[in-house]
């Protein structure tokens, strides 16, 4: 390994952290300001990106053993569960439901199911850019 290397794989673990949180701030942000799933998703996918450039193919498999191909699939059923909630409940089709919850060392929170919503678009297209990241490079099994 060369010396630049080491460089850039310790700045690109910070880096990629950051990238990740802010993702998060991005995905819980949305519902109220612009952000959401598809950009949280965006910049989660970056992330990763980011990984794929810097480290070898070998250590990403050990650090991310799975299947996006998966990770699409999971999100599109979140995603069609939380339409479909409403009308077990006999309220209409996309009825939003929300509650407040507090929890004791952080405060109080908002959540509906917009963010239930949200996280399976993030998580749908962090599978299809990954999924077309790996299949342009060629790793995909």
Same mark, same amino acid.
């Given at each position: 390994?060369?010396?630049?290397?080491?460089?850039?794989?310790?700045?690109?673990?910070?880096?990629?952290?950051?990238?990740?949180?802010?993702?998060? !701030?991005?995905? %819980?942000?949305?519902?109220?300001?612009?952000?959401?799933?598809?950009?949280?998703?965006?910049?989660?996918?970056?992330?990763?990106?980011?990984?794929?450039?810097?480290?070898?193919?070998?250590?990403?498999?050990?650090?991310?053993?799975?299947?996006?191909?998966?990770?699409?699939?999971?999100?599109?059923?979140?995603?069609?569960?939380?339409?479909?909630?409403?009308? %077990? !409940?006999?309220d209409?089709?996309?009825?939003? !439901?929300?509650?407040?919850?507090?929890?004791?060392?952080?405060?109080?929170?908002?959540?509906?199911?917009?963010?239930? %919503?949200e996280?399976?678009?993030?998580?749908?297209?962090?599978?299809?850019?990954?999924?077309?990241?790996?299949?342009?490079?060629?790793?995909v099994?």
């Amino acid at each position: 390994m060369r010396e630049n290397d080491v460089l850039l794989e310790t700045i690109s673990k910070v880096v990629i952290v950051i990238i990740l949180t802010f993702g998060f !701030y991005i995905f %819980f942000n949305g519902h109220n300001e612009p952000g959401g799933g598809f950009i949280g998703g965006l910049v989660f996918a970056s992330g990763f990106i980011l990984m794929f450039l810097t480290f070898d193919a070998e250590r990403i498999k050990e650090a991310l053993p799975f299947n996006f191909n998966l990770l699409v699939i999971f999100g599109s059923l979140i995603s069609i569960t939380t339409l479909f909630i409403p009308l %077990f !409940y006999g309220d209409d089709f996309l009825t939003q !439901y929300d509650g407040h919850f507090n929890v004791s060392l952080l405060g109080d929170f908002h959540l509906s199911t917009v963010t239930l %919503f949200e996280f399976g678009i993030l998580l749908t297209v962090l599978g299809v850019v990954m999924t077309i990241l790996l299949t342009i490079s060629g790793d995909v099994d």
